[in-house]
């Protein structure tokens, strides 16, 4: 048996802590300096690039380096914190202000060819006889630590014995060759802040670590009594709830039973599930088989209570012509003509199902194309127009502009014809049949609507389900076999459209929605 959960978590916590202020002190000792010194020497080189910048930009303008100061014997001062008063208007002024505020940088340039200077310091004396001593090349040696070296500026670490402070000063010439300048940065002792943050952080760390370890070995003491939090576990695997786990990862006697209780409860949740899974899966295969089943009959028997009327017809007419009970021509043509158009019917109801099959399995494909609805409901009613005189309807048709949609016009053809043909059958009262097209968005909705009677509510929603009629004697009349709203259904679900039929004061309306092809 190893140590106890509360030692272990008490010297994890206490050699945390020690660790963390060894690596804090260790930063603060070795790296810290330098990280200072570093950022300090970034400000001088984005402020030379600031400024070279803008003098680039006063020099293509033909602009003085003075611009936007107010000068004084040729040259341009700004004292802190109280001096000579100026309008700092120009964005050279307002580099050099920001530089000074925020950075606590002192500024002198001295143009060669002018002789114009600006002085942004404090000191501004001291900064000019500094720069003409690094310009002469005599600075003094001694004290110089040489950080940055370029083409055009140097940046060095100096020590001012008369302030008795650093100072990093950033010294050349801009890329215009003829202005020197000299930036200066007063750096703090941070050797001395080193050690007293160290010192500070030794005493601080110090009392945080003692104080730290007491409440982490009270705490520890706690949550050394996990059994009823095992217990809670067990009592729900006995409840079939295998979504609760031991979290504990300690190889000490309760992280042992945890992990234990962890495995039986996987294993159990894995057998269970499978078991659950495979009897899902058997409850639904059964469910699925006797749809087949109850469809093949429904199928079986739809299809053979369709046949079995034309198949009498066309046997008894036959018989008939056989016996010669049709001895006059009259007679017999009647008696083939009656063969003839069951045999007709019989042939259309088979095409239908082949062409609803190929729609539900998905063999027969969609081309979508870009074509006129207008132009399309125009020729259907032009092919239609003798079994519309025949049906003594008027149809309202008033569409003259082009209309584009994208869909299959073979097929958005045929949904067309079936509402057509279904509206011809059903139509009565005032006898006419409206068929609209129009914009609706990005959509066009056609619709087909004819006066007579309503369809009761409830069969609305079985119209499209095939061998479905609601007068099942008037659709015998007219010799429908109830698949042609089904075809319209597989159709506008290949298309993924929307399609409905609804009840109108006067009548019913068939429609269908396309996308649009403008």
Same mark, same amino acid.
């Given at each position: ?56 930009? +006063?020099?293509?303008?033909?602009? !003085? ?9 040729? =040259?341009?001062?700004? #004292? ?12 050279? !002024?307002?580099? &050099? ?12 340039? *001295? ?18 006889? +500094? ?14 630590? %040489?950080? =940055? ?8 670490? =100096?020590?001012? =014995? ?10 050349? #010439? ?6 020197? #300048? ?25 009392? *945080? ?20 939090? @095992? ?32 495995? &039986? ?5 894995? %057998? ?34 369709? @046949? ?44 239908? &199902? @082949? ?10 494909? @969609? ?16 092919? %239609? ?31 067309? %014809? ?27 909705? *056609? ?5 007579? +009677? ?65």
């Amino acid at each position: 048996m190893k140590r106890s959960i509360c030692t272990r978590i008490t010297l994890c916590f206490a050699g945390m802590m020690v660790l963390m202020l060894l690596v804090t002190w260790f930063a603060n000792s070795n790296f810290l300096q330098d990280f200072y010194i570093s950022e300090k020497v970034k400000v001088l080189e984005k402020g030379y690039e600031q400024i070279d910048w803008i003098l680039k930009e +006063q020099q293509a303008r033909g602009e !003085s380096m003075t611009e936007g100061f107010a000068t004084k014997d040729n =040259r341009s001062y700004w #004292f802190r914190p109280d001096g000579v008063v100026v309008e700092e208007e120009g964005e050279l !002024s307002r580099t &050099l202000r920001r530089l000074s505020e925020e950075s606590n940088t002192s500024i002198i340039m *001295v143009n060669g060819s002018s002789g114009t200077a600006i002085v942004f310091a404090p000191r501004g004396e001291f900064m000019e006889q +500094q720069m003409q001593r690094y310009l002469l090349g005599q600075a003094g040696k001694e004290q110089e630590e %040489t950080i =940055r070296q370029t083409e055009n500026y140097s940046i060095e670490k =100096r020590y001012d =014995r008369r302030s008795k402070n650093y100072y990093l000063e950033c010294w050349g #010439f801009f890329s215009d060759n003829s202005t020197a #300048f000299l930036m200066s940065m007063p750096v703090a002792g941070i050797q001395d802040s080193v050690r007293l943050s160290n010192r500070f952080l030794i005493y601080v760390g110090s009392a *945080v670590l003692i104080i730290g370890s007491a409440i982490m070995l009270f705490l520890t003491r706690r949550i050394t009594r996990p059994i009823l939090s @095992l217990s809670k576990i067990s009592k729900k695997m006995s409840e079939l709830d295998f979504n609760v786990r031991y979290t504990g990862q300690a190889e000490d006697e309760i992280g042992i039973l945890g992990s234990s209780m962890n495995l &039986l409860s996987e294993k159990l949740k894995e %057998t269970i599930g499978e078991l659950k899974s495979a009897n899902n899966q058997l409850q639904r295969d059964i469910r699925k088989k006797e749809q087949i089943d109850e469809m093949r009959k429904e199928f079986i028997a739809n299809v053979s209570h369709e @046949l079995k009327t034309p198949v009498a017809l066309i046997q008894g007419y036959a018989e008939g012509l056989t016996e010669g009970m049709a001895d006059e021509k009259e007679s017999r043509d009647y008696y083939c003509e009656v063969i003839m158009d069951e045999a007709n019917k019989m042939n259309k109801m088979v095409q239908q &199902l @082949l062409t609803l099959n190929a729609l539900e399995f998905g063999s027969d494909s @969609l081309s979508m194309e870009r074509f006129d609805i207008i132009e399309l409901i125009r020729g259907i009613l032009s092919s %239609t127009r003798i079994l519309i005189q025949q049906k003594e309807a008027a149809i309202v048709f008033e569409a003259r502009e082009p209309l584009y949609v994208w869909a299959d016009e073979f097929k958005i053809e045929e949904v067309i %014809t079936n509402y057509l043909s279904n509206a011809l059958n059903h139509v009565e009262g005032k006898r006419i049949i409206t068929i609209c097209a129009v914009k609706e968005e990005e959509a066009v909705r *056609v619709s087909v609507a004819n006066t007579g +009677q309503n369809i009761p509510e409830e069969d609305l929603s079985r119209l499209w389900t095939k061998f479905y009629k609601v007068d099942k004697a008037r659709t015998r009349e007219y010799g429908g076999s109830g698949i042609g709203l089904s075809i319209v259904k597989a159709i506008m679900d290949a298309h993924q459209r929307e399609y409905g039929v609804r009840n109108l004061p006067d009548g019913v309306e068939f429609y269908i929605i396309l996308e649009g092809g403008q």
